[in-house]
């Protein structure tokens, strides 16, 4: 719960004079006292933000923090992202595994700020981490032996569209019905699309795949897919030559229908493994980079990602 100290700063930029001392005095005052401004939602990542969009459809617009083709593991930060930060009321994140940048920034400018980290939240679906520990080090980006690409089961997007909603109308009550009203009619769509993704995925069921980092892994369990064979546990490393080596000997066995890049990793290792190893390749993009922001980006990129599995393994022998 934020302390008046905090509340001072929130509703500094929401309200005037006296008012604004009493709102602080008493925070369960409604909807005359809401402030003036623009209420700032800020999701690092396009398939969070799409979830944001959904939920504050008609009434605010959400924010973006990295945009592009760039993955946040190698998020360089610019002003321009230290300034929104700032002037977020509500930020969402995956958690310190795939943004491991936020934690100081919100400590630094955005204390007063409302977080929402998907790793947190209450019954989300958490798997751990699948590091190759045959190269030798430890996943860099592994934090608690927890895989925090939390967002790829749409459970997941749910209970986080459910604790944005919660969370906006508490400190937006003029609009907290708008805000409930559109997590439910999202969270049908949701559980439609999710339903028709298990149906194009019915077929691939079983079947392993080969992938550059292990990003796949709650798609994979959400619908039946055979466990991935991953290249490398850090994504910004190449694989060295003993970790290729066993790569065969893992392929031989497990016999993967298809091999999967990402747009954010280049690895000219994937593209000869592909080659020698004669096994059909597509790119899967988990960040959603091609596709424009706004609430019907997750629903229309878990189609798509579930249509680009499903035709790369059907063509496995």
């Not at 679906?125 to 045959?134: D, F, L, V």
């Not at 298990?198 to 079983?206: C, V, Y």
Request: glycine content about 6%; proline content about 4%; aromatic content about 6%.
């Amino acid at each position: 719960m934020l302390n008046h100290t905090n509340c001072f700063l929130r509703m500094r930029r929401w309200c005037a004079g006296a008012v604004l001392l009493l709102i602080c005095a008493n925070p369960a005052l409604s909807e005359g006292n809401i402030k003036t401004g623009e209420l700032v939602v800020l999701a690092t990542i396009k398939p969070l933000h799409s979830l944001a969009a959904a939920v504050t459809d008609g009434v605010t617009t959400p924010r973006l923090l990295i945009d592009g083709n760039t993955s946040p593991h190698m998020f360089q930060l610019k002003p321009s992202h230290i300034k929104a930060v700032s002037q977020a009321d509500i930020i969402l994140w995956a958690g310190e595994g795939v943004e491991r940048f936020i934690p100081s920034l919100l400590k630094k400018f955005a204390a007063d700020a409302i977080e929402i980290e998907l790793a947190t939240l209450t019954d989300v679906t958490i798997h751990e981490g699948r590091s190759s520990h045959s190269e030798g080090h430890a996943d860099d980006h592994d934090h608690s032996d927890i895989d925090y690409h939390l967002w790829l089961e749409p459970r997941n997007a749910a209970i986080l569209v459910d604790e944005l909603a919660l969370q906006l109308g508490a400190i937006d009550p003029v609009n907290s019905d708008a805000y409930f009203a559109n997590a439910v009619e999202y969270k049908r769509k949701l559980e439609s699309q999710a339903a028709e993704a298990r149906e194009i995925l019915s077929s691939a069921q079983g079947q392993s795949y080969l992938i550059f980092h292990d990003s796949l892994q709650y798609f994979e369990k959400a619908y039946g897919l055979g466990k991935a064979i991953v290249v490398t546990s850090q994504p910004q490393m190449q694989a060295g030559a003993k970790r290729l080596k066993a790569i065969r000997t893992e392929v031989a066995a497990a016999r993967p229908g298809c091999i999967f890049s990402e747009p954010q990793f280049r690895s000219p290792a994937l593209k000869a493994l592909a080659v020698d190893l004669q096994l059909r390749s597509e790119t899967i993009d988990p960040l959603a980079s091609d596709f424009k922001p706004g609430a019907s980006l997750y629903t229309d990129w878990l189609k798509h990602t579930a249509e680009t599995i499903a035709s790369c393994l059907s063509h496995a022998e």
